[in-house]
């Protein structure tokens, strides 16, 4: 039998708005696995536009730790609070954070929606860089959208998709 209490764990943390590059820092700094998903924007200033890296989910960051771990990151300046439910800290499971990271490295254009979304059908994508994963599907507006629920923050990750299997 696996001793589940070892093991390190995905968790969600709230940041300070605006903190989550420093906080980031400072949890790699401090030997924590921490991710931080990010997408390339075009912002436009008065004199100016300029493509910056801002995070997916304002004020949130992923930390894989440990149980003995979990204090640590409050060591971080700009780090609130766990993401809890009824005073306990959720666990994302690392099948959630692997659909963020896929999604993202390999460039799939994709859209942030708050809220767990629960209409349409289970599918399974059979081609491309996301084989395997499965997710919700739904049509909007003719296309094929395929919703990654990143259910334990009440996120849902929408991606553009043609080769799925219901």
Do not use: C
């Not at 801002?54 to 771990?69: E, L, M, Q, R, T």
């Not at 739904?138 to 996120?155: A, E, F, M, R």
């Amino acid at each position: 039998m696996e001793n589940t209490e070892s093991k390190d764990k995905w968790y969600a943390l709230y940041t300070k708005a605006r903190a989550e590059k420093k906080v980031y820092e400072q949890l790699t700094a401090m030997s924590i696995n921490a991710y931080l998903p990010l997408r390339r924007v075009l912002r436009q200033w008065s004199d100016r536009k300029k493509w910056v890296e801002v995070p997916i989910i304002s004020s949130y960051i992923f930390v894989n730790i440990s149980a003995k771990d979990y204090s640590k990151v409050f060591d971080a300046n700009g780090v609130v609070a766990y993401v809890s439910h009824k005073g306990t800290a959720v666990i994302i499971p690392e099948h959630e954070i692997e659909i963020m990271r896929r999604t993202i490295d390999n460039k799939i254009g994709f859209d942030i929606k708050e809220g767990n979304l629960k209409k349409g059908q289970e599918i399974t994508i059979t081609s491309g860089p996301l084989k395997g994963i499965k997710g919700i599907v739904d049509d909007v507006k003719g296309n094929k959208k395929l919703y990654l629920n990143i259910s334990n923050i009440g996120y849902t990750l929408v991606i553009d998709m043609k080769d799925v299997e219901a």
